[in-house]
Every structure is written in structure tokens, then in C-alpha cells.
């Protein structure tokens, strides 16, 4: 394979692979920014994968609307985000419940849901039949003359480019909008910002939905984008993946996006490895953990260093002192 067709295909799979990431970090940050921790990602991330998948099938096969099938999908994959994330919100802002056993407790409940409903919906089978009608790749006209770069980045799946696109907008509402400001003061010093009249209950209920919305979001890039179905093992530790990818990222919008494009990256390289020739001299096996252990070795450089939002994690009750 000549040198251009590699780096074509390596920069298209690392960009078609880290767009649930990017997703699903974006939703962690704009949670933990507001001080609600949201360990329940990968569930968030499963239920939408769920959600777009048996959406997509049914609109496109049983209304035959094969057009509108996968933005169905998409919006059926945020409404469930936030549905789930409902729970995670209650336990965390209402009944100030630990943030993590919450989120924990909601990941088994989405894995769980997700395979039961397949079943009852599918006969019996553990996973869905396969989507039909997915999203193809979009091919910007011009861009993609580019040498080298042009085919490998703008020839991607619409939702890749509604990730890149939400990357711009949560940074603009974070950093440049009084919303964004009273979010990030919540997440930082909740007292003070509710003597200055923000709700910090309801500021936080807000970012743990739009959380949901994310997530959800990513999950659906993994199952009417990437697999073209859903079964068990559709996300298979990506939500964890982008909760590396938040954290590495620093709780920043762009920084979680650049960490998720370098796991993205090493899993493009782990599912390439035969057409590019490493499968010679990496076992397979080794390369496909290589996403996994970047995420480790990048969580123990950097986690230390990281500095989450002060009141990341911390239950706030109104009143007391």
C-alpha cells in the first residue's frame, strides 16, 4: 500500500473512531464543570447506541423512511441520554447520593435494559438485526482534493462533523456566555454563586442532561455509524475511554477533544493493524489492548497533575455552612 493510502485510511478511522469520544468527554466536561461527577457515561453511551439502532431499524424498515432513519435515530439517542441521566441527576442533586456509586449503579442498569429490550424486540437475539439504513460518509467537494490529508479527514460520517461542530459551540457557551460562567462558578464555588442568585440545582440538573444528550449522542456515531449494529459489547469501555479523555483533556472542551483524537488514534491503529503490515510484528491480541493502555498510562501521568473543578463530586445543600 503506497504511503498516501496509509496515511488516508489512518487519519479516516482515527477520526470515525474518536467521534463517541469526543462526544461522550464533551458531555463529562459540561457535568463536571457544573460540580456533578458522571461516571454513568458508558451506560449513557450504551442506552443511545440502543436507542439509535432500534430507531434507525424501525423507521427505516417498518415506515420506510430509509432518508430519515439515522437522524431519527440520532434524536432518539439524545432523548434516552437524557431520560438516564434523570436518575443519575435526582440521586445526585436531590438526595445527595454519592456521584460515583450513582453512576455505577445507572452503567449496569443501561447494560442490562439495553440487552433485555433487544431480546423481547428481536426474537430472542442478543443483538439487533443489521441497520439498514446507516449514515454514509459525506464528502466535503474541494477539501478533499487536498494531497495526502484531504480524503483522510473530509470524507467522514455526519455525526464526526457534528462532534468537531459541538466542540466549537460547548466552548463558546462555557467560556464566552453568562450561562456557561454561572456553570463553571457552580462546579468551583456553588455558595457563592447561589449568593448571587444562580440555582445551583437547577444549573446542575441542566449540565447532567445535556450530559445525557451527549453521551447518548455518542453512542449512536458507535452503533448507525461505526458497527452498523447493536449488541453487548457495541461500546465496550468507551464511555470509560472518555472519561479519560475529559480528564486528560483538563475539563476543557478542546483539550478532551485533542486526548480523545489520540485514543482515537490508537484504536484506528489496533483495527488497521493487518492492512497496514503491524500484525507482523505486534500480535493482534497486544494491539487491540493498545487503546486500553494508552488510557491507563495516560490517566497515571496525567491524573495527578489534573485539576478537577473544586466542587467536582461535592453534594451542595442551600443553607448550610
Not at 63 to 72: I, M, Q
Not at 110 to 130: C, D, E, Y
Not at 131 to 149: E, W
Not at 305 to 321: L, T
Request: proline fraction near 4%.
Amino acid at each position: 500500500m503506497a504511503v498516501s493510502a496509509l496515511v488516508e485510511t489512518v487519519l479516516n478511522n482515527t477520526i470515525m473512531y474518536s467521534t463517541p469520544l469526543i462526544l461522550g468527554a464533551l458531555g463529562g466536561v459540561v457535568s463536571e464543570r457544573a460540580g456533578v461527577v458522571n461516571i454513568a457515561l458508558e451506560g449513557l453511551m450504551t442506552i443511545g447506541a440502543f436507542a439509535a439502532a432500534v430507531t434507525t431499524i424501525f423507521v427505516g424498515e417498518q415506515l420506510g423512511l430509509s432518508g430519515l432513519a439515522p437522524w431519527a435515530g440520532l434524536l432518539a439517542a439524545m432523548l434516552c441520554g437524557v431520560l438516564f441521566s434523570l436518575p443519575h441527576a435526582v440521586a445526585s442533586i436531590h438526595f445527595k447520593a454519592d456521584q460515583v456509586v450513582s453512576g455505577v449503579a445507572l452503567n449496569f442498569l443501561a447494560a442490562g435494559f439495553s440487552i433485555f429490550m433487544v431480546k423481547r424486540l428481536f426474537n430472542g437475539s442478543a443483538q439487533t438485526t443489521t441497520v439498514q439504513f446507516p449514515f454514509n460518509k459525506i464528502t466535503i467537494p474541494g477539501l478533499t482534493d487536498v494531497p495526502v490529508i484531504g480524503k483522510g479527514i473530509f470524507s467522514s460520517y455526519p455525526t464526526s462533523y457534528i462532534a468537531f461542530l459541538l466542540v466549537f459551540v460547548f466552548w463558546l457557551i462555557l467560556y464566552k456566555t453568562p450561562f456557561g460562567l454561572r456553570l463553571r462558578a457552580i462546579g468551583e464555588h456553588p455558595r457563592a454563586a447561589d449568593t448571587l442568585g444562580v440555582n445551583v440545582y437547577n444549573y446542575r440538573y441542566i449540565a447532567v442532561m445535556i450530559s445525557g444528550a451527549l453521551a447518548g449522542l455518542g453512542g449512536a456515531g458507535m452503533s448507525i455509524a461505526i458497527t452498523g449494529v447493536f449488541q453487548q459489547n457495541t461500546i465496550s469501555g468507551h464511555g470509560f475511554m472518555a472519561l479519560a479523555a475529559m480528564i486528560f483533556g483538563k475539563w476543557h472542551p478542546v483539550g478532551a477533544m485533542g486526548a480523545a483524537l489520540f485514543f482515537g488514534f490508537a484504536t484506528a491503529l489496533a483495527a488497521s493493524g493487518q492492512v497496514l503490515g503491524l500484525t507482523k510484528y505486534v500480535p493482534s491480541e497486544l494491539l487491540n489492548m493498545l487503546p486500553y493502555l494508552l488510557t491507563i498510562l495516560a490517566l497515571a501521568g496525567v491524573v495527578g497533575k489534573a485539576e478537577a473543578p473544586a466542587a467536582d463530586g461535592k453534594p451542595y445543600e442551600k443553607g448550610q455552612r
